[in-house]
């Protein structure tokens, strides 16, 4: 009998998601039901991974896995969405996308998730990818009246079709090279002399950095950040890319793990690549929201160093960057909930100007945030950027680590124009007064957290000790 | 003594500034002036009382605090020993002078001025505390938040440039300061200064680790030719902000010099000696010359901090007592003297809106007070006998002429032509004819332009008959430097 109480938060929540679809259905303008009852679920979820939280396990022919690595990433996950619930609660009810499907797509995205996390086997894998894929398309769209959205939605379809085909032809090479799905197994037999793996390792590769918007497959990222709704665009900009990550950890760690080597090289390129492209594209953007696109790309870039160190040092640092990440977009997209004129929402980095006497308390806002983007200290950014660059001269890459902070300072520049613009610059537009607690608690959760942070750096990574162990 | 004191003097100006931000009012600020006034006082009174209770006599650090920080990785631990409190001292002093400088001057949001004057107060004199590099680039970085700020709201026409170009020169030198931090903890082991001062970095890193350093540290002293950024960011700044970044910042990076780059890497200390001396003097004469054609007091104030801090350089990597000490002592002497220079053109500044020294002229005629002041800091700045500008420039050549003559004599014309420029000014602004017709509507200094001004006056005057207190702080940690020195390059050359 296989211990099916190791699968029950994925079941809850499939059972949540059916739940709600069918109040989705029977009622009519059930927005707000299916929002607070998404909420609950997800809460409810949390709950249950949290009672089972230890150590690990397999179940369905050691297809399915269980550990603090993946439970630690769900949670991760849950929490941020709940959070983009409340905050984007108002905006989507001006947005007029308050249609019930919205958090039920989501949901099911982050079920797909879920088995991309636990999967131990590429079957699983792939068919949790492609059931948060499917989600993904339909989110960056569902705006579908707006020229803009559409586009973004169709171009993400087709680039992310493309990357999930390269990701699939990869594992059915893997199969083929080494006669097993199971990610253990490919993890003994495979070793740097079978050249074909390698082509394999390449593909997949491929397709996950596509997921995190590395370069050179960043292409997708402005475009789809630019015209997906905000509250999406949050969505996309904090929750794939955590997942992306962790199953890149995830495949480096079990079955590629003797073939560093090889994938070492790739992974610096992309590193480098990311890092230096973000920094220098995002210069000349007009609107935030491409702004914070190519700064997730930079910000992807240094994560994935911590992941080129193949150490578990460098993986937990990397696990660590993503976590601060997180919680500094969370904070930036509910800043963007409040820039709103006359009713309608502004996305011009020019409408901050003279923010600061207007609105002190959200300019300081963006002040921190962006600050702690920049990796400035004392804030929070900067310690994810110190426990990666920790971890990646640990490992003797000093070139990697050299190019990782000189590109900081090119990335300041951007991040000290919008500062510069909030602060320095006369007041031109006039934001509405917003009274939404749940998105100013938000904001001030995150600059808390990021200001508050130096007091004790090692708090997230002592949670993540035993991840690996 | 259990007491955290040195948490204590860090830690206080942030809560006042939280303090501040807690109370902020829109167009009222006497609470935040009467906030900050009383904290930066309260610390300046806490520091008096640690330099008091300081032991002199002692080589090591004192009052040392250690927390768990990172855990299993890095300490948060505090120290301080002779050359540190003599900075922590002047820190502590500066601050409710440029306060009370605001309070007078800064007309547009001031209590955001005053929280970002106060959380600049903490990163410095975080930053002479720190004993761990990695605490020391910390606040050493974070520094560089409420400055950037001050240039970029509160400064003049060009500010954003000017705030722009300080923060990235900055922050690019400091980067490679990070990478050699990081790389220091993997080599030896910790990032606790005292440890790595036992332990010792084996010397084929030292090298390169130096090199990081010194690129963190040229920028912020700053050395020709990375010194681009200071005229700009002194023009630009509002008084206050140029007293700070003067008196303040730039010794942070002398600081630097003298406790890590000493301190850690005496070899390549010693290997790189030339390559400090060449920039320390051509930063001496060509920015002495530069400053000879300035129309601007302020750019002449800040190209003269150049030169200044040219002398600094050239005194540490001297390496012998008198070198060290005269820096030591031109550090304080210079962040009291371009402090008060800096306030004096504000004065005049915040009468005319004009910085410029064409349009003054026969100054003395209708601001003879303030004219007697301005001309006994200029008289400070060139190095008069009696004041402390004199004693610092004297032991630096003093300790140069033992190492090295011709470095000492090119050193010394620039004692020359510092006169030279300092008094054309002085001549140009404070006698002469009035060409300007403003000159003749102004009203002399204030009861509190006044009192700060005497305060500065009677402190580098007294110092500059009397240098015995401040020498006599730094002269044990001096020496221990100096002979840990001496040991290492003797150790260096048995293994050879």
């Not at chain 1, 998601?17 to 927005?31: E, H, T």
């Not at chain 1, 190019?403 to 006369?426: H, M, N, P, Q, R």
């Not at chain 2, 605090?65 to 002093?93: C, H, P, Q, R």
């Not at chain 2, 923060?167 to 790595?196: H, K, N, P, Q, R």
């Amino acid at each position: 009998m296989e211990n099916i109480n190791l699968i029950i938060p994925e079941i809850t929540l499939f059972l949540g998601i059916c739940l709600a679809l069918m109040v989705g259905v029977f009622f009519k303008n059930s927005f707000s039901i299916v929002m607070k009852l998404s909420t609950l679920i997800l809460i409810g979820v949390i709950y249950l991974i949290l009672t089972d939280w230890g150590g690990e396990q397999k179940i369905f022919l050691d297809s399915f896995k269980n550990d603090k690595f993946s439970d630690y990433f769900k949670i991760l996950i849950l929490v941020s969405s709940i959070f983009i619930f409340f905050s984007s609660d108002q905006f989507i009810k001006d947005k007029t996308l308050n249609k019930f499907e919205y958090p039920i797509i989501i949901m099911f995205s982050i079920l797909g998730m879920f088995f991309m996390l636990s999967a131990n086997d590429l079957i699983l894998f792939y068919l949790g990818l492609e059931l948060q894929s499917l989600a993904l398309y339909v989110l960056a769209s569902i705006d579908r009246d707006n020229i803009i959205s559409s586009e973004a939605g169709i171009k993400y379809f087709v680039l992310s079709a493309l990357s999930s085909g390269l990701l699939l032809y990869g594992c059915s090479l893997l199969y083929g090279f080494t006669g097993s799905t199971n990610f253990d197994e490919i993890g003994v037999s495979l070793i740097t002399q079978n050249t074909g793996a390698i082509f394999a390792m390449v593909f997949i590769l491929v397709g996950l950095a596509f997921k995190v918007s590395a370069v050179p497959f960043h292409m997708w990222t402005p475009d789809v950040y630019q015209g997906a709704p905000t509250s999406i665009t949050n969505f996309f900009a904090v929750v794939p890319k955590a997942v992306g990550l962790a199953v890149i950890i995830r495949f480096m760690d079990l079955p590629f793990k003797n073939i560093i080597e090889e994938w070492q090289t790739i992974i610096i390129f992309i590193s480098i690549a990311s890092m230096i492209l973000g920094s220098v594209a995002a210069i000349g953007q007009k609107n935030i929201k491409r702004l914070l696109a190519y700064s997730s790309i930079s910000h992807m870039g240094y994560a994935l160093a911590g992941v080129a160190t193949g150490s578990v040092s460098g993986y937990t640092s990397t696990i660590i960057y993503i976590t601060i990440y997180i919680i500094m977009n969370m904070g930036t997209f509910a800043c963007l909930y409040l820039m709103k004129t006359d009713g309608k929402y502004s996305e011009k980095i020019e409408d901050l100007s003279g923010l600061s006497k207007e609105r002190p308390m959200l300019a300081f806002s963006f002040l921190i945030l962006f600050f702690s983007l920049a990796g400035i200290p004392p804030l929070g950014g900067f310690f994810a950027k110190f426990f990666v660059f920790m971890s990646v001269i640990e490992s003797e890459m000093y070139a990697l680590a050299i190019i990782g902070l000189l590109t900081t300072v090119i990335s300041a520049f951007y991040y000290l124009k919008v500062i510069k613009i909030i602060y320095f610059d006369e007041n031109k537009v006039k934001f509405d007064d917003v009274r939404n607690l749940s998105i100013k608690a938000t904001i001030f959760l995150s600059c808390l957290f990021l200001s508050l942070y130096f007091i004790s750096p090692s708090i997230i990574g002592s949670l993540l000790n035993e991840l690996f162990i | 003594m259990n007491f955290p004191i040195l948490s204590t003097i860090i830690f206080l100006p942030l809560l006042g500034a939280l303090f501040i931000f807690i109370s902020n009012k829109k167009n009222e600020s006497s609470s935040a002036i009467y906030i900050s006034i009383f904290t930066s006082m309260a610390n300046l009174l806490l520091t008096f009382f640690l330099w008091y209770s300081f032991d002199k006599s002692f080589s090591g650090f004192q009052f040392i605090e250690e927390k768990n920080w990172i855990s299993g990785l890095i300490k948060f631990k505090l120290g301080i020993d002779g050359i540190s409190i003599l900075f922590i001292v002047l820190t502590a002093f500066i601050i409710p002078i440029c306060i009370i400088s605001c309070v007078i001057s800064v007309k547009k949001r001031l209590n955001e001025f005053l929280i970002a004057i106060l959380i600049l107060e903490t990163f410095m004199i975080g930053v002479f505390c720190s004993l761990d590099l990695i605490i020391f680039y910390l606040f050493f970085e974070a520094g560089l938040i409420p400055m950037f700020l001050i240039i970029g709201i509160w400064g003049g026409p060009r500010k954003i440039y000017s705030a722009y170009k300080f923060f990235l020169f900055t922050l690019l030198g400091s980067v490679l300061m990070l990478a050699a931090i990081i790389f220091i903890y993997w080599a030896v082991g910790t990032t606790d200064y005292t440890e790595i001062y036992k332990l010792k970095i084996a010397k084929e890193y030292q090298y390169l680790l130096w090199l990081a350093f010194f690129s963190s540290f040229a920028v912020k002293t700053p050395m020709w030719p990375v010194h681009t950024w200071l005229p700009d960011a002194h023009v630009e700044a509002p008084t206050a902000g140029s007293v700070i970044l003067a008196a303040i910042l730039l010794k942070m990076a002398g600081y630097g010099f003298l406790r890590f780059s000493l301190g850690m890497f005496p070899i390549a200390s010693e290997f790189f000696t030339p390559l400090v001396f060449t920039l320390s003097i051509i930063a001496i004469i060509y920015t002495s010359l530069v400053a000879l054609m300035q129309d601007d007091m302020k750019k002449l104030i800040a190209y003269s901090s150049v030169a200044h801090m040219g002398f600094v350089t050239l005194g540490i990597f001297t390496f012998n007592k008198q070198g060290i000490e005269g820096s030591m002592f031109q550090m304080i002497s210079h962040g009291i003297i371009s402090a008060a220079l800096f306030l004096c053109v504000g004065v005049l500044y915040d009468r005319t809106g004009s910085r410029m020294i064409k349009s003054f002229g026969g100054v003395v005629n209708y601001l003879p007070n303030f004219s007697l002041i301005f001309i006994i800091f200029v008289l400070g700045a060139l190095g008069l006998p009696g004041t402390t500008g004199f004693i610092g420039e004297f032991l630096v050549l003093l300790g140069a002429f033992k190492i090295n003559y011709l470095v000492a004599i090119l050193a010394s014309t620039g004692v020359v032509l510092c006169a030279a420029y300092m008094l054309w000014m002085a001549k140009r602004v404070v006698f002469g004819n009035t060409n300007n017709t403003i000159v003749t509507k102004l009203k002399d200094i204030n009861f509190l332009e006044a009192t700060i001004l005497i305060v500065l006056c009677l402190v580098s005057i007294v110092f500059g008959f009397y240098p015995e207190p401040l020498l006599n702080t730094m002269d044990i940690s001096v020496n221990g430097i100096i002979q840990n020195h001496q040991n290492e390059l003797t150790v260096n050359l048995i293994n050879k």
